[in-house]
T-cell receptor
């Protein structure tokens, strides 16, 4: 079983649609959670951190459910420029923190005109 | 301020050849990481460093060596390249938070 699992998609949606991605993680000791965005043939870039209380950044909303070990990303009013692969990322923190992150394989989003 | 840079951007090797990938950062970050990314696998950690002069193994270290002689540079070496090492290699750095900043990647093909 992969430590971080995502549906690879692709998700094909029209402009203006709302789309949601989900991710599950296996290590209950995980302490930090992120969504990264990766454009084709480019490096991953941080989209947003994910907090237990949920957080929003413009059209993007991220949620964390520690009990279910589940992370979500909601994109409202999709734009063509949102087309990319979205990586769910989990990290362990603590006194021996080496900053290692575990990456999901990514979910591909294609927004169509 | 260039952030994280990687050289070379592309390389084609023959089986058995050696090469070194260079990652350089100007952000004064302590932590540096080398990942490989393969289709359907996500990013996998090869080696990492928590500071100048230190290195440690990640998830897939076999066939690779690293060195961190200077804080700003993290080198990844392939002593005898194999076709299984065909991949895209990303370097990343991190400061005190868990956020990692990635370089643009090196596309390596081993024939």
């Amino acid at each position: 079983r992969k430590e971080v699992e995502q549906d690879p998609g692709p998700f094909n949606v029209p402009e203006g649609a709302t789309v949601a991605f989900n991710c599950t993680y296996s290590n209950s000791a995980s302490q930090s959670f992120f969504w990264y965005r990766q454009d084709c043939r480019k490096e991953p870039k941080l989209l947003m951190s994910v907090y237990s209380s949920g957080n929003e950044d413009g059209r993007f909303t991220a949620q964390l459910n520690r009990a279910s070990q589940y992370i979500s990303l909601l994109i409202r009013d999709s734009k063509l420029s949102d087309s990319a692969t979205y990586l769910c990322v989990v990290g362990l923190s603590g006194s021996s923190n080496t900053g290692k992150l575990i990456f999901g394989q990514g979910t591909t989003l294609q927004v169509k005109p | 301020n260039a952030g994280v840079t990687q050289t070379p951007k592309f390389r084609v090797l023959k089986t058995g050849q050696s090469m070194t990938l260079l990652c350089a950062q100007d952000m004064n970050h302590e932590y540096m990481y080398w990942y490989r990314q393969d289709p359907g696998m996500g990013l996998r950690l090869i080696h990492y460093s928590v500071g100048e002069g230190t290195t440690a193994k990640g998830e897939v270290p076999d066939g690779y060596n690293v060195s961190r002689l200077k804080k700003q540079n993290f080198l990844l070496g392939l002593e005898s390249a194999a076709p299984s090492q065909t991949s895209v290699y990303f370097c990343a750095t991190r400061e005190n938070t868990d956020t990692q900043y990635f370089g643009p990647g090196t596309r390596l093909t081993v024939l």
